[in-house]
């Protein structure tokens, strides 16, 4: 219920106006603020909800019939508060989407989408369970307060002398700098894998491989030897250098609100790596249960060890 009442400010027009408002008040018009600024014209004020009773009766035409004069109104304009109900009603398209564009920043600004890794990459992995213990996920809201844990962790590996983990945009800004004293990390002991799935590639620089192409792998299972044979049967211990590229199949029932949650809860649960790719994906929901979908990700996975 509105406690004031809102008025359009009108203009009428005509041979002796005044006589104009007589037919006005007949009709039960409340008349305000009635001021003639010419000889033939008046304004004045009426309730919004008279404006079409006063148009009605002297619709906004110019016209003359067998030498009788007719009245004209015309709407100037909205009085006191109306006239800034108007002025937002005609601009509330404009003011509804610089509303809609400040909250989708503030949303997706909080979220994020990636890392990014500053100064090395060699401890990618290190880094990506580091965040994920300290509650930084990606496409997931950014969690403030435990970049300064996750650095300790990452400063106690070897060769680190510098870290830094901090949001810019909508990525996470890994920096790692190794000192420059640093010697490079050898791995020794067997090759392992780290997914399953279907052996697409592998090459042994060091090393005898113990899988071949095309062949079923199973997580843990041994992909290069850290020994080989010598021309004269000798079994010689080596520090494995190989490379492997791994076709694996992520298929899970997921409950989650939407297709885009499903997802996201997949593929931190695949956890890939930045060498890593995706080749498909499939998202259904599933028709018998609310708010459960099967999701189906294929991936090629990369994995290595001292390359």
Same mark, same amino acid.
């Given at each position: 219920m509105l406690f004031f009442t809102l008025k359009d400010r009108l203009k009428i027009e005509g041979v002796m106006p005044q006589r104009? /408002?007589? @037919?006005?008040? @007949?009709?039960?018009?409340?008349?305000?603020?009635? =001021?003639?600024?010419?000889?033939?014209?008046?304004?004045?004020?009426?309730? =919004?909800?008279?404006? $079409? %009773?006063?148009?009605?009766i002297y619709p906004n035409i110019c016209y003359n019939k067998d030498g009788q004069s007719a009245y004209t109104a015309q709407k100037i304009g909205a009085v006191g508060i109306g006239k800034y109900l108007e002025f937002f009603k005609k601009r509330l398209g404009l003011l509804l989407g610089g509303l809609l564009f400040c909250?989708?920043? #503030?949303?997706?600004d909080s979220f994020t989408f990636g890392i990014t890794f500053v100064g090395t990459d060699v401890y990618? +992995?290190?880094?990506?369970?580091? /965040?994920?213990?300290?509650? !930084? @996920?990606?496409?997931?809201?950014?969690? =403030?307060?435990? $970049?300064?844990?996750?650095?300790?962790?990452?400063l106690t590996l070897n060769d680190v002398e510098y870290c830094s983990v901090k949001k810019?945009?909508?990525?996470?800004?890994?920096?790692?700098? #190794? *000192?420059?004293? *640093?010697k490079p990390v050898v791995e020794q002991g067997k090759m392992k894998a780290k997914h399953e799935g279907e052996l697409l590639s592998l090459t042994a620089l060091k090393g005898t491989p113990l899988k071949k192409i095309g062949e079923k792998v199973g997580l843990g299972e041994t992909l290069v030897d850290d020994s080989f044979t010598t021309i004269g049967g000798e079994q010689v211990r080596v520090e494995p250098i190989a490379r492997a590229s791994i076709a694996?199949?992520? &298929?899970?029932? !997921?409950?989650?609100?939407?297709? +885009?949650?499903?997802?996201a809860i997949a593929y931190l649960a695949i956890d890939l790596s930045q060498n890593d790719k995706i080749t498909k !994906?499939?998202?259904? %929901?599933? &028709?018998?249960?609310?708010? /459960?979908?099967?999701? =189906? !990700? &294929?991936?090629?996975?990369? &994995?290595?060890?001292? #390359?």
């Open positions: 104009a /408002l007589l @037919r006005l008040r @007949r009709a039960g018009i409340v008349l305000y603020d009635v =001021k003639k600024t010419a000889k033939n014209q008046i304004l004045l004020s009426v309730d =919004k909800k008279d404006t $079409e %009773k006063v148009f009605a909250i989708t920043v #503030l949303f997706f990618a +992995r290190e880094a990506q369970i580091a /965040l994920q213990q300290g509650g !930084i @996920r990606t496409f997931a809201p950014y969690k =403030k307060g435990g $970049e300064d844990m996750i650095c300790a962790q990452l810019q945009g909508l990525w996470i800004r890994v920096e790692m700098r #190794l *000192s420059s004293f *640093s694996c199949v992520y &298929e899970a029932e !997921i409950a989650a609100e939407d297709e +885009r949650q499903a997802f !994906i499939t998202l259904e %929901k599933i &028709e018998t249960k609310e708010n /459960l979908f099967h999701v =189906k !990700i &294929e991936y090629t996975a990369i &994995e290595s060890v001292n #390359l």
